[in-house]
C-alpha cells in the first residue's frame, strides 16, 4: 500500500530506516544524515507492507515549477516487485496535481558504479531524459547525472 506521510517523526524515521539498510547506495553518513534531517519538511511517500515500511520517496520543490525526486529507497528484499514504480506513480500524479511542470532527479553518472547504473536505468525506464552532468557538484568520484521529465 502506498500512502503521503504527514508526520514530521514518522517520515524521519521511515527515511532513516530503510537509508541505513541500503549502504550501497547511501553509505556516506553524511549525505545519509543530510536526507534524514531533511525528510520532516518534504513531501514523502511510502510504501508497507502491512504496518511496516518498505519503501519511501521524497519529493523537495527547487522553484516554482520544479520539483525534485530528492531521496528515494526500497529495502533490498522488495525491490523488483513495482514498488519504486508505484512511488513514483503517486509523486508524478501529485505534482502534476500541485501544479508543477517539471520533475527532476539526480544520481551518480552512467559508468561509475553498477548500482548506480542500475538506478539510473531506472530513471530512464520511468521517462526521465538526460539533462547534465555536473563532474564535481559532489566530488570527483560521484559526477552528477540530472534528469529531468515534464509533468
Excluded: H
Excluded at 30 to 52: H, N, V, W
Excluded at 66 to 74: A, D, F
Aim: net charge negative.
Amino acid at each position: 500500500m502506498i500512502q503521503q506521510v504527514y508526520e514530521k517523526k514518522e517520515k524521519q524515521t521511515i527515511v532513516r530506516t530503510i537509508l541505513e539498510a541500503l549502504p550501497e547506495w547511501f553509505g556516506i553518513s553524511s549525505a545519509r544524515e543530510e536526507y534524514i534531517a531533511e525528510s520532516p519538511l518534504q513531501t514523502i511517500f511510502a510504501a508497507f507492507d502491512g504496518k511496516k515500511p518498505v519503501g519511501f520517496l521524497c519529493l523537495k520543490e527547487t522553484g516554482k515549477d520544479t520539483v525534485e525526486l530528492l531521496v528515494m529507497g526500497v529495502l533490498k528484499e522488495y525491490q523488483r516487485l513495482g514498488i519504486g514504480r508505484a512511488l513514483f506513480a503517486e509523486a508524478k500524479k501529485w505534482g502534476a496535481f500541485r501544479g508543477y511542470s517539471f520533475m527532476q532527479v539526480k544520481t551518480v553518472e552512467m559508468g561509475r558504479y553498477q548500482e548506480y547504473d542500475a538506478t539510473n536505468l531506472f530513471y530512464r525506464n520511468l521517462g526521465f531524459k538526460e539533462f547534465e552532468v555536473f563532474p564535481d557538484l559532489w566530488d570527483e568520484w560521484n559526477p552528477c547525472q540530472v534528469y529531468v521529465m515534464s509533468l
